[in-house]
């Protein structure tokens, strides 16, 4: 009700706009007038977005027929934990299918999450029947995509294109293409802003922007992470949702101070206790996960069996060595020595990122969804509401996994390396060849001998 | 260019002695005051208030002009100085009208966050450029080494300082806004800062790849002003009504010849086709190099058509003319776009200028709105189809290879030149 009044109301607005852009100043009423216009930016109370609808019950019938004898509450826990153990099998089946079915996961995820935050805005600036708009944001989602798989994906599988063509045009010219497909959805944007919907049109253009920012970059280096090695992939989402999961279980028990306003129900004793055992099951995991070559090895394009395979020499990292357990833990675990993955060492930086700083992630989206009065993103998973609120977390931590393996596990890629190399100029290329082989030869790689 | 009348007043009121544009409402949240200095106005108050007008813009057009000259005498680090200070007044520009426009100024840490998240953008870009222009320069000094090497990893760690500040500071009935405010900075920094940062990249390519760029599309603001002044008749968009389609076409064919002559006129002097270096001996920029052969004067064969009205066979060029054709042709077809954009931008939100920095021209966002865009294309035109990759940091990511992916890179590159007949034989030193 109160939703149709305020739509009318901006639409008398937006007509009083109109008239007003093509009358002559009139001196009297401009206070009335300014009073309105103001009123309709100003956004100091919370109180002009209309609350969305809530969400419709999208459990499916034969669960609830199963839960009808329960009371509300306990069937709501088993709701959300016959899902959650369905997530979690149904990312063990994908894992078992290999990494080219995971990052078809992250894809649609990725699209999934993008959907999901542009249908809010939609909801929150009324901006449904904006003209073009959904086009565009669709368009604006392929060309960032577009983008961010020639950049990376392209690198790994360079044998494959070397041999055709019309790809290797495409690679040459990568930028340019995806610029002039950018400038084009811009120029789109710039001929297709109405009179009567600028801001509406500008907010929009905006809230796509940031959307694909924080999505889609995020799932690029998701996908990133995953060619360095599954285990890359694995541990910290794994950590991520364990952290999730035993913060709730330890505040479900022993919780007594709160932690942040944003989020009443996270309390110290859950935020302690899940960062503890955050890190000892990174330990665990990483320790099981690092002993297979399917985990470990830097996943990579096979252009005979034009198949991915994983298959190489363990890195240092994955190969166990002793440690001297520090005089301190000597006493308590009873051990001299122990023997331990390099990896694991690792994993404790990534699981203390995952306790300490992704639940700034979380505090974040709830913020979101007050600031917009939303409950949950959406309704696609019954019981945990949209994708966004299961990977909420996850999107600092894709970025921090990122950033730790550049600074402190690998160099540059090698052949991506190799490919510049081949783009230089003939002249470049010979000095750099002469550069390199003083270099190796004072090395000792390679033999200083006449015929190699 | 916005036509913009000298100034607004509050509403209600109208400026006693100029015409002001009623499609704005005449008013607008923001009263902006008359900043035209005391001198000029004295100097002008016997002239009617469009002839005023005009004779402010102009002035101001001169002494605009005269100062970019004379930074771009003083050298490179000075044009890179400059274009921090122009990107930082931009940034500056466009907060203060978010804040406006979500009356958002008392909001508690949001000022510091917006300059806190400038900070760190700002040393997140420059520090990659450090890195790859001033190799030698970073590995000398300890500090610097280390900062260069965990580089991303510092960067991120202060951005996330800053996003959990963001988060910390929410407060319950201000939710909305700080979402609003930090999306319009983040929106903010992708444009200003990564474009400011492009600029500094196309300067240290050779200051021509800088100047010509910049200079064609203030030739072609002016030139389709100009053209459409005084030949002005069929309105190009409706979001601009000033535009028309003859300034438009005047300007592109205008600004494609004007980016011929300028860059036939730079091409001969090395100061500007240069690379800037960093020379770690003098520890200081030089820029002075054996010229490419984009800058060597070559025979080009005029097409038949052309021969008879220019009356020559053939004519000898810089092969960068051609360069600086699709850069005016850029500049005239997709660069009023940004304009356009900036014009839609200013009436969403009801203001007439950006600021009022500059008496007669509104603030710097409105000079450098059809820029942004510029900056972009050049940098990818030059990554695509002028340099290749940079060879010495190609070098530097080699050397942190392991050693026998550098034995396979190098075998792999050696087959190559082999191939390629580059590298005579297998005995090659």
Request: hydrophobic share 45%; with cysteine.
């Amino acid at each position: 009700m109160s939703a149709r009044r305020r739509r009318r109301a901006a639409a008398e607005q937006d007509e009083e706009e109109e008239e007003e852009d093509e009358a002559a100043e009139a001196g009297s009423d401009k206070e009335v007038d300014l009073e309105e216009r103001l009123h309709e930016l100003d956004l100091r109370n919370d109180s002009d977005i209309p609350d969305v609808p809530p969400p419709t019950d999208s459990t499916p019938e034969i669960l609830k027929k199963a839960l009808s004898g329960l009371s509300a509450r306990w069937k709501n826990w088993w709701i959300r934990g016959i899902l959650t153990l369905a997530m979690i099998s149904g990312f063990f089946l994908i894992i078992y299918l290999g990494s080219f079915m995971l990052m078809l996961l992250v894809l649609s995820i990725q699209v999934k999450c993008y959907h999901e935050i542009i249908t809010i805005g939609y909801r929150v600036y009324h901006s449904y029947d904006l003209p073009w708009f959904r086009s565009l944001s669709w368009y604006f989602l392929l060309c960032v995509n577009y983008f961010f798989y020639g950049e990376t994906v392209a690198d790994y599988f360079a044998t494959f294109v070397q041999r055709r063509e019309q790809l290797q045009f495409l690679i040459r010219y990568h930028r340019f293409i995806s610029f002039a497909l950018y400038l084009t959805g811009f120029c789109m944007f710039v001929l297709s802003l109405v009179k009567k919907h600028y801001r509406l049109q500008f907010y929009m253009f905006a809230w796509t922007h940031v959307t694909l920012l924080i999505t889609v970059t995020q799932s690029h280096l998701v996908i990133q992470n995953l060619f360095e090695g599954m285990i890359w992939f694995l541990v910290p989402i794994s950590s991520v949702i364990c952290n999730d999961i035993t913060a709730y279980i330890f505040g479900f028990f022993f919780g007594r101070t709160p932690l942040i306003k944003l989020s009443p129900k996270k309390t110290w004793e859950g935020f302690i206790g899940g960062f503890f055992s955050t890190v000892v099951f990174g330990f665990i995991f990483s320790y099981f996960l690092a002993q297979y070559q399917y985990f470990v090895c830097p996943v990579e394009y096979n252009s005979e069996t034009n198949r991915f395979v994983t298959e190489c020499e363990p890195s240092e990292l994955f190969q166990m060595k002793k440690y001297s357990v520090p005089p301190l833990l000597q006493a308590v675990l009873g051990w001299e020595t122990v023997n331990m993955y390099p990896f694991q060492m690792h994993s404790f930086a990534l699981s203390t990122f995952a306790s300490l700083i992704g639940p700034f992630g979380g505090f974040f989206a709830s913020g979101f969804k007050r600031a917009f009065k939303i409950k949950d993103f959406a309704d696609t998973i019954p019981g945990h509401g949209g994708i966004m609120d299961r990977f909420d977390c996850q999107y600092l931590m894709a970025t921090f996994v990122h950033v730790y393996i550049t600074s402190f596990i690998r160099g540059p890629n090698p052949s991506k390396l190799l490919k510049q190399l081949l783009i230089l100029q003939p002249e470049q290329q010979l000095s750099v060849y002469k550069t390199l082989k003083s270099h190796l030869v004072e090395k000792g790689i390679l033999q200083p001998s006449l015929r190699v | 260019l916005q036509e913009s009348e000298s100034d607004t007043k509050l509403d209600g009121e109208t400026a006693s002695d100029s015409e002001s544009k009623s499609e704005f409402g005449g008013s607008s949240p923001v009263p902006t005051s008359d900043d035209t200095p005391e001198v000029l106005n004295r100097a002008l108050s016997n002239l009617s208030s469009r002839w005023k007008n005009w004779w402010v813009r102009g002035i101001l057009t001169l002494a605009m002009i005269t100062f970019f000259f004379i930074i771009i005498y003083l050298g490179p680090m000075v044009l890179m100085t400059i274009v921090m200070c122009v990107q930082i007044k931009c940034f500056h520009e466009i907060i203060t009208i978010g804040y406006n426009v979500y009356h958002s100024y008392d909001l508690p840490w949001f000022r510091t966050l917006s300059w806190y998240f400038l900070l760190c953008v700002n040393y997140f870009f420059y520090g990659e450029t450090v890195t790859d222009y001033f190799f030698t320069l970073v590995q000398r000094e300890e500090p610097l080494r280390i900062l260069s090497k965990y580089h991303r990893f510092i960067s991120f760690a202060l951005y996330l300082t800053g996003f959990c500040m963001f988060v910390l500071s929410l407060v319950k009935k201000h939710y909305r806004l700080q979402f609003y405010m930090f999306g319009w900075t983040h929106v903010t920094l992708l444009i200003i800062v990564t474009q400011s940062h492009l600029i500094i990249h196309n300067l240290f390519e050779g200051m021509i790849w800088f100047i010509v760029p910049i200079s064609c599309v203030i030739c072609n603001d002016i030139m389709a002003y100009m053209f459409g002044f005084f030949f002005g008749r069929t309105p190009l968009i409706k979001l601009s009504p000033k535009k028309t389609w003859e300034g438009f076409i005047g300007g592109f064919f205008s600004t494609v010849l004007f980016g011929l002559l300028l860059s036939y006129v730079m091409s001969g002097y090395r100061c500007f086709t240069c690379p800037v270096e960093f020379n770690n001996d003098t520890n200081s920029f030089t820029v002075d190099c054996e010229p490419s052969e984009l800058f060597q004067l070559q025979e080009y064969n005029i097409p038949v058509v052309l021969q008879s009205v220019v009356g020559w066979k053939t004519v000898r060029m810089y092969p960068f003319q051609i360069h600086s054709i699709a850069l005016s042709t850029f500049a005239s077809l997709i660069g009023p776009f940004g304009g356009f954009f900036a014009s839609g931008f200013k009436r969403a939100f009801k203001i007439k200028d950006f600021a009022n920095t500059i008496p007669g021209h509104g603030g710097i966002m409105d000079r450098f709105d059809c820029q942004y865009l510029m900056a972009t294309f050049v940098n990818v035109y030059i990554a695509s189809f002028i340099r290749g990759p940079n060879p010495s940091k190609l070098i530097q990511q080699f050397l942190t290879l392991r050693p026998d992916q550098q034995l396979h890179i190098f075998n792999t590159l050696k087959a190559h030149l082999v191939d390629r007949g580059i590298l005579g034989s297998l005995e090659d030193a």
